[in-house]
């Protein structure tokens, strides 16, 4: 029987690769039992891959070794030797070269955090956050929508402006940045609260003296990526950017009393078209009639929205003639958009959109003194995903699916 050494070891060059990276990894069972072919690996964005079927997959590469299949044929088995020593000294020297993404840090004392109160349009107030680069304008502005369907806390937004990587680029890179909150869509998911205050909050931006009014674009991710299709229907916006939007929102899929862990609403995830009534399907056109700016949608290919984006949202925006570009991120998980997980990602997602948004923007943004930034490694942000976690056990509970 073959001896498994080979392929553990290269289980285990694949870990530390992948931890000195900062891959976010997912583990099951590993290393309790080496010679048993039921350990499950998967490696941030480079695709690395211990599977339950004895299979070692380099998605990036061309390896593919059935241990069963090894086994079988012993002219194979010098060849699982040899790749036990040479797979993980390639993977472990490729661990060693430094990272080189990194993402801007820009302190309070250079870009102070401004907290403001927004009139709401049913007499509520609408708490919003505001960073604007050293200066007096004019300057674009963006508008960075939270997903899930619960209000964020305070600090938390606060934190976010702070140490969210891709929120800090859009500041260094020179736009005025403004993060709020808005009001719950739990109870039912089809009231337009949440989409008024966002109104609120756009028309406030605009208003701001620093702020050039025909230079203001969204950006809202799942929740609030449903929400910023919603805006390009109802506000003037230069353009928009959707990070997986949760369009079961959008085109009525969603409706109250239907939980996002029940089977009814995996369902309608997993085969939107089945419930793509005439209906709804007038009321979703109607929306997109109203869209009168550029739509980029960013999306992985791990998710599900993604088949009702695909299948649904974006051919109706071309069939409509909406100017819509859809780009894919192969293996990222929700919310990769924001950057706080794998920061080459992060920082394609950001050139992606910067590419997408300058076009149409009056005013073009100018990078702050780069004296004012601090260049920190880029992947998983330790301080934001803290800050995520003490928001979230301060804040209301939110929709997961919606993130």
Not at 108 to 130: F, L, M, R
Not at 232 to 245: F, K, Q, R
Request: proline share 8%; charged share 25%.
């Amino acid at each position: 029987m073959l001896r498994t050494d080979a392929i553990t070891n290269t289980h285990k060059a694949c870990v530390n690769f992948c931890t000195l990276r900062g891959e976010p990894i997912t583990c099951r069972e590993l290393f309790d039992a080496p010679r048993r072919f039921h350990h499950t690996l998967v490696c941030g964005r480079y695709g690395l891959q211990w599977g339950g079927t004895g299979r070692f997959v380099f998605r990036k590469g061309s390896l593919a070794m059935s241990t069963r299949f090894v086994r079988s044929c012993r002219w194979l088995r010098p060849v699982a030797f040899v790749a036990g020593f040479t797979l993980p000294l390639a993977v472990a020297a490729a661990a060693e070269e430094p990272a080189k993404t990194t993402y801007p840090q820009v302190s309070e004392a250079a870009c102070p955090v401004k907290v403001v109160s927004i009139s709401g349009k049913a007499g509520n107030e609408v708490t919003a956050v505001v960073r604007q680069p050293p200066g007096n304008g004019p300057f674009p502005a963006i508008v960075l929508l939270h997903g899930g369907l619960s209000p964020y806390r305070l600090e938390t937004l606060k934190q976010e402006s702070l140490t969210r990587p891709n929120y800090v680029r859009f500041l260094a890179a020179g736009l005025v940045i403004m993060v709020p909150t808005f009001r719950s869509r739990e109870e039912n998911p089809q009231t337009r609260d949440a989409l008024d205050d966002c109104l609120a909050v756009v028309d406030y931006a605009k208003k701001l003296p620093v702020v050039d009014p025909r230079s203001v674009a969204v950006l809202g991710g799942s929740g609030g990526g449903s929400l910023a299709l919603e805006l390009a229907g109802e506000a003037d916006l230069c353009a928009i950017v959707a990070g997986e939007p949760a369009s079961v929102l959008f085109t009525g899929l969603m409706v109250r009393g239907m939980s996002d862990r029940g089977p009814a609403f995996q369902d309608v995830m997993r085969n939107p078209k089945k419930y793509y009534t005439p209906e709804l399907q007038k009321f979703t056109q109607a929306k997109i009639k109203q869209i009168r700016c550029p739509v980029l949608i960013v999306h992985g290919d791990v998710h599900p929205l993604k088949v009702i984006n695909q299948e649904i949202i974006v051919p109706e925006l071309k069939a409509a003639n909406k100017p819509v570009e859809y780009v894919e991120y192969p293996g990222q998980p929700h919310a990769f958009w924001w950057g706080s997980q794998d920061g080459a990602v992060g920082q394609k997602v950001f050139d992606d959109a910067v590419r997408f948004l300058k076009p149409t923007l009056k005013t073009q943004p100018v990078q702050i003194d780069e004296s004012l930034i601090t260049r920190v490694p880029g992947g998983r942000d330790r301080a934001e995903k803290a800050a995520g976690q003490e928001g979230s056990k301060k804040s209301p509970k939110r929709n997961n699916k919606a993130e």
